[in-house]
């Protein structure tokens, strides 16, 4: 009897550092349906703990699907309306394709690493 193996993907990876008004969600793994969860977490306006500028490092996210767009679409309109803003760092170029294929990266700014974010 052969028995058929479930693919489950690695769990989402988020972890979020603040330094002064600027908060770095660092993630890995991939963002889809089943893993966005964390992520929306982390991107929550009370876990921003008022902080309105936001870089989500990237370079570790092996794939991402509509849900990851959902989240970062989100994310950017409630920290543009509170004067800050979104950032992504590090967008694998896999990922890159999916933002610029839908205009997200036309949006919400894309720099080749956090210390570009961070600076710009």
């Given at each position: 009897?052969?028995s ?11 972890a979020?550092?603040a ?25 929550a306006?009370d ?11 990237m370079?570790?996210v092996?794939?991402?699907?509509s ?5 970062f679409?989100?994310t ?13 760092a ?13 205009g ?14 961070l600076?710009a």
């Amino acid at each position: 009897m052969e028995s058929e193996k479930a693919y489950r993907p690695h769990p989402l990876e988020v972890a979020s550092t603040a330094s002064g008004g600027i908060v770095v969600v660092t993630v890995s793994g991939a963002i889809d349906h089943a893993s966005v969860g964390p992520l929306v977490q982390a991107l929550a306006p009370d876990r921003l703990a008022g902080r309105s500028c936001v870089i989500v490092d990237m370079q570790h996210v092996s794939f991402m699907d509509s849900s990851g767009i959902n989240a970062f679409l989100a994310t950017h309109r409630d920290l543009t309306r509170a004067g800050g803003w979104l950032r992504l760092a590090g967008v694998p170029d896999s990922v890159r394709r999916t933002l610029r294929r839908v205009g997200v990266d036309a949006v919400i700014p894309c720099y080749p690493g956090l210390r570009e974010a961070l600076a710009a």
